[in-house]
């Protein structure tokens, strides 16, 4: 004999419960209120993100285009007497690698173009597997999403290793070191990839698993 299901978990949603976006305090709505606001820091209250799907889009096409110019463009700019140079990311890794330093050198590779183009295309997953209302390992896809957030809080870490690579950088005297125009689109690449994630709502990815998972049920109790 084989023994009963569990019941299904009872989301907040189920409940009539709604997260506030700005302190995550979870609050139950006024019926018949209309829009609601969070009780303690005054915040709109939505069941989801408003236009989550957009946003992202909107913030990952443009990270995408700018990531082209952060890694192509010179990042700094160094000038003396006799000679000017310029260097990109990637020319300023193999500089350190040729130089010895190559644990900075991989540092500053794995920093400045594995991150932002692991977040690009993680984000750039889970928007697209959400919009096609995608069941695929919601659990996996969460994980994901979780890596990509633990990963947005060390992003100015990209920052950081490209302003010690200009201190590094050996000049001769009296040389005048200035960020290349590469410097701002990285800047804004990590802003944007930082807007992306945060305007991604994770939810979405369980809604449609549940939906499927209800589906499903209701398929095999008619079968019954």
Known sequence: MSEPRPPPPVTAAARGLLRCHACDLLCQPLAGAGASNCPRCA????????????????????????????????IMRSSSFFSVRD?????????????????????????????????????????????????????????MYRLVEAIGRWSMLDIYVVALLVA???????????????????????????????????????????RQNMNNKHTETNLD
């Open 168 to 210: 590094l950088v050996q000049v001769q005297s009296f040389a005048r070191i200035e960020a290349g125009q590469g410097a701002a689109a990285f800047g804004a690449v990590v802003v944007l990839t930082l807007l992306a994630a945060n305007s991604f709502d994770p939810r979405l990815i369980w809604d449609y698993a549940e």
């Open 43 to 74: 915040a709109p209250l939505h069941q989801r993100i408003p236009h989550s799907i957009r946003k992202t889009w909107a913030f990952l096409l443009a990270a995408m285009i700018l990531y082209i110019p952060a890694n192509l463009l010179p």
């Open 87 to 143: 260097d990109t990311i990637l020319s300023g890794v193999v500089y350190l690698w040729i130089g010895g330093s190559r644990m900075l050198a991989l540092l500053v590779f794995v920093a400045s173009i594995v991150i932002p183009l692991f977040k690009l295309l993680a984000l750039v997953l889970l928007t697209l597997s959400v919009q096609l209302r995608s069941t695929w390992q919601p659990r996996q896809r969460t994980r």
